[in-house]
């Protein structure tokens, strides 16, 4: 099953798809084909390709990934792309704070049903409100802060369970 | 090479032997510091079975530098000079703790001669010189002054030049192009440089503003800029009559006056240069009754020619260089000569040591600093490697304090050897979470200015050194597979955040070999 890579570098679109079988893994990318397989412990991934293995550290944060490999780090920003496009809803179940700031407003009550761009909470910081919306349709699991609370730069906020497991194919 | 240090060092260490009685110890030492040197000083404090007492701001509550100590004391909100600057507060932590003495680390405190006094007033041992000495060696006119003296070169410039006019004729005299500087300054604050007489009033008034907005002091003078220079600085120790030297280092790879890159040996010292700069530093030492840890910034022109910069009566950020060369502890040294005890009595400098600064900063985006916080840490580990660091996973890292996170120091028999092994430690150092200017000093070290030695303080500035492109494929397929099936990822960091330990990255010193033993235990660990 193939699954759409859609993420941003700073300025850059990234557009590729992933598919993952066991511990094989295929990645299109720019119409190019790169066959690898992978070993994981923990935040570590190992990638081996032909004789080649590179040892990548992986961590999630709110509103992407961050991927060091032989001493360059990158953040892939995770790219919500327009509804209707195949690209949307990675890891559509965590919502996390998009950058450190005051919880204001919590619309999310758990177990309520959601629909793609339903307010799940406010959050406030440096004098600027930022509306988390539900990335796409599904059920609210979990709600993790209240109204004040101070929220660090990807913490975790409300758990969604998707409706669809994750298959924007 | 070794010879001349030696006969410059021996006099020094027959003269220490002299010093009668055997040195009190001190009780218990609190760390007026924050970050990496914090938890360097901490570790030499728990190698000396002396208990020791860390202070922090409200923005470091459970920092690394705070758990390195024994006991901790809150003094103060985050801004500065609420809390690592507030000279009562950090007195009061003294006495409520029962310490009685002060190691002042670098910056913050480490060089405020009324610090001193106020240590002295209250009863407590400052681990430093005298004020007067601080006072002597550390104000850029008066230690000018005291290298005129002692016949050390100095710039040929002019001091304390009251209004542009009067800077405009002492250029014309010395010639173009100079320098303007701050009196009370260091940093690179209140520093320009200027290229004509067109371009002299404006520079003038920005420096003097500069100067008074950083130092409360606008005292400015104008030198003449040596070019193309080498930033070569000589490490002494002194207690307070003699001193002895612990040769040079180089710290060429600048931005804005801020190291990047510092190593010892340097490629363009030889052993004559090196001779005249030690006994120029020891002068300068011996001149001043100075006590403690000391470094002696000289510039190195393209003919060999040296002249004195300024003295910095602290121990530095980059003294990890020399003590992995000469197996010695100088917090140690520091400490001792502070309770009254020798110089120590060093050995021949071995091999090649080059350290590397990492800053929470993104060179490839005009060096904003950066902020957030540290989802994985993972030290490098290897022959010859030495971190010092004092940050932790899970930690957020905010913008009050300097950038820099941690120094990642690698020692080999030769400078190609330090140099591969520092390329090696820095490629599998990962940190994620907040950007830093990690793939910078790899590319900086794998440059042929740096290979071939050529390393000059412009080096940095006078390129564009752009960001890497392309992203491998491998990267790609990581972040893939981390999105994809992310239960194991959270896992992972939950792992990660509970193996870091700061003792077992630290690495040790204080012994020949040290370095090698560092990287055994690490990966024992």
Redesign the interface.
């Known amino acids: 099953m193939s699954?759409p890579?859609a993420?941003r570098?700073e300025a850059a679109s990234?557009d590729?798809a992933?598919t993952?079988r066991g511990r094989s893994?295929v990645?299109d990318?720019d119409g190019r084909r790169?066959e690898?397989t992978?070993a994981?412990?923990?935040?570590?991934?190992d990638?081996r390709?032909g004789d080649r293995t590179?040892r990548?550290?992986?961590?999630?944060?709110g509103r992407g990934?961050?991927?060091?490999?032989?001493?360059?780090?990158?953040?892939?920003e995770?790219e919500h792309r327009e509804a209707g496009s195949r690209g949307a809803s990675?890891?559509a179940d965590?919502i996390r704070a998009p950058m450190?700031g005051r919880v204001v407003a919590v619309a999310a009550v758990p177990g309520a049903e959601t629909r793609e761009g339903d307010l799940l909470l406010t959050i406030e910081a440096m004098k600027m409100e930022f509306k988390l919306t539900a990335p796409e349709n599904g059920s609210v699991l979990e709600v993790m802060c209240a109204p004040g609370d101070r929220v660090?730069?990807?913490q975790l906020l409300v758990r969604l369970k998707p409706d669809s497991d994750?298959g924007a194919t | 090479m070794s010879a001349a240090r030696a006969d410059l060092a021996r006099p020094g260490v027959a003269a220490a032997a002299g010093v009668a009685g055997t040195p009190r110890s001190f009780r218990k030492v609190l760390v007026a510091n924050r970050g990496e040197i914090a938890v360097r000083v901490c570790r030499t404090l728990q190698a000396m079975s002396l208990p020791s007492v860390a202070v922090f701001s409200d923005a470091d509550r459970g920092a690394p530098h705070v758990r390195a100590a024994v006991e901790a004391v809150r003094i103060g909100p985050a801004a500065p000079a609420d809390s690592y600057l507030n000279i009562a507060a950090i007195l009061e932590a003294a006495r409520a703790t029962g310490a009685d003495a002060i190691h002042p680390g670098y910056g913050f405190l480490s060089q405020s001669a009324p610090f001193v006094r106020a240590c002295g007033e209250a009863g407590v041992t400052f681990i430093g010189p005298s004020a007067e000495a601080m006072e002597r060696l550390g104000d850029k006119e008066s230690s000018r002054r005291a290298a005129v003296r002692c016949g050390v070169p100095v710039i040929p410039g002019a001091e304390d030049v009251p209004d542009a006019a009067r800077a405009r004729a002492e250029a014309a005299r010395i010639g173009f192009p100079v320098l303007l500087k701050a009196a009370g300054g260091g940093g690179g604050r209140g520093m320009r440089r200027v290229d004509s007489a067109d371009a002299l009033p404006d520079a003038f008034e920005s420096a003097r503003r500069e100067a008074m907005a950083s130092f409360g002091n606008g005292r400015i003078f104008v030198e003449k800029l040596i070019h193309p220079a080498r930033h070569v600085e000589i490490q002494i120790l002194g207690d307070g009559k003699d001193a002895i030297a612990l040769g040079e280092r180089e710290c060429s790879l600048q931005r804005r006056y801020q190291k990047v890159i510092e190593e010892s040996p340097s490629t363009a010292v030889t052993a004559a240069v090196r001779g005249a700069m030690e006994r120029a530093a020891v002068a300068l030492a011996r001149d001043a009754g100075y006590a403690g840890a000391a470094t002696v910034e000289f510039l190195l022109g393209p003919d060999g020619s040296f002249y004195f910069l300024e003295v910095n009566t602290r121990l530095q950020v980059e003294h990890p260089v020399t003590e992995m060369r000469f197996g010695l502890d100088l917090v140690r040294a520091q400490i001792e000569i502070a309770a009254g005890g020798r110089l120590p009595q060093p050995s021949a400098p071995r091999g090649h040591a080059i350290e590397a600064r990492l800053n929470a900063e993104d060179p490839y985006h005009g060096y904003l600093p950066q902020s957030g916080t540290i989802l994985l840490l993972d030290w490098p580990k290897g022959e010859g490697i030495r971190v010092d660091a004092g940050i932790a996973a899970g930690q957020t890292i905010q913008t009050h304090y300097d950038s820099l996170l941690a120094k990642i120091v690698a020692h080999g028999a030769t400078r190609e050897e330090a140099r591969a092994r520092l390329r090696t430690a820095l490629a599998g150092l990962a940190l994620l979470g907040v950007r830093t200017n990690q793939r910078f000093l790899l590319e900086l070290l794998a440059d042929d200015a740096f290979a071939s030695g050529g390393t000059y303080t412009h080096t940095l500035e006078s390129r564009s050194w752009p960001a890497p492109e392309g992203i491998p494929d491998e990267a790609l397929v990581a972040a893939g597979i981390l999105l994809f099936m992310p239960r194991e990822a959270v896992a992972g960091e939950r792992d990660d955040a509970d193996r870091f330990s700061p003792w077992l990255s630290l690495g040790a010193w204080g012994r020949p070999g040290a370095a090698a033993g560092a990287a055994a235990r690490g990966s024992a660990s």
């Open positions: 699954r890579l993420l570098h990234i590729a992933l993952l893994v990645l990318r790169f690898a992978f994981r412990e923990g935040s570590w991934i990638v390709s590179e990548c550290a992986v961590a999630r944060s990934v961050w991927v060091a490999l032989a001493g360059t780090t990158w953040f892939f995770i990675i890891a965590e450190t660090e730069l990807g994750g």
